[in-house]
């Protein structure tokens, strides 16, 4: 079965510093990972996704994720944080060769990021 | 492109009482999916429709049900109600059954007093 993991609840930064969100997952095959923020009291927001080449991706706002297929990992990375970027942060996977239930979105936990001015 | 649409935005309901939730997919998707968002348990796979069909199902009680219609819009029911149902309900929807991204709309919350 897939799995994905978040070890951090909660991740602090000031605002101008580079901030990492960590993600590591397991999947029987190749997998198909995203991120996805939350804002309160709103729903997921696709921030970017993994499926195939490049393993640095980048995606909305500035933020970039890098695929590490050795270390399972996923993790997302913004150069300069900003204030505005406090919010929830999921991590999830898909693995195409499954199938059922199990093609669905495994989410992680989720790391709650705080921005410090 | 509008995104998507899940109405009520907020609801509140008593134990034993059922609820309908509605979801409306980006224009051209045809997969919607339903997960249940708990403090507790995080992000839960509901079940998800294509083509009007269940395709998928997650480890959910029977109390817990779905349909689709032939605009792709889609509805869940939960039925008698437990404080437990108490939950953020999201709905997504993607083009296609598989490997797309998932779009979700702003979320319907549940308060089950």
């Known amino acids: 079965a897939q799995s994905v993991a978040q070890p951090e609840d909660q991740v602090n930064v000031a605002e101008g510093n580079p901030l990492t969100v960590k993600c590591t997952y397991s999947v029987s095959g190749n997998p198909y990972l995203f991120w996805y923020v939350q804002y309160p009291n709103r729903g997921l927001q696709f921030l970017l996704k993994y499926i195939t080449g490049d393993n640095l991706v980048k995606g909305s706002y500035g933020f970039e994720a890098e695929f590490n297929k050795s270390q399972t990992s996923f993790h997302l990375k913004k150069p300069s944080a900003l204030v505005s970027d406090s919010a929830l942060y999921f991590c999830a996977v898909r693995d195409p060769i499954s199938s059922g239930s199990a093609r669905q979105l495994t989410f992680g936990s989720g790391t709650q990021l705080t921005v410090l001015p | 492109k509008a995104g998507v649409t899940q109405t009520p935005r907020y609801l509140i309901k008593t134990r034993g009482q059922q609820v309908t939730l509605s979801c409306s997919p980006i224009s051209g998707h045809r997969s919607v999916s339903w997960y249940q968002q708990t403090p507790g348990q995080g992000l839960q796979f509901l079940f998800e429709?294509?083509?009007?069909?269940?395709?998928n199902k997650g480890n959910f009680p029977g109390r817990f049900s779905g349909r689709q219609f032939s605009n792709s819009r889609s509805e869940m029911n939960v039925s008698t109600l437990e404080l437990g149902d108490s939950a953020l309900y999201l709905c997504?929807?993607?083009?296609?059954?598989?490997?797309?991204?998932?779009?979700f709309g702003p979320g319907t919350r549940l308060t089950v007093l």
């Open positions: 997504a929807s993607q083009r296609e059954v598989g490997t797309d991204t998932q779009y």
């Open positions: 429709y294509f083509s009007e069909t269940q395709r």
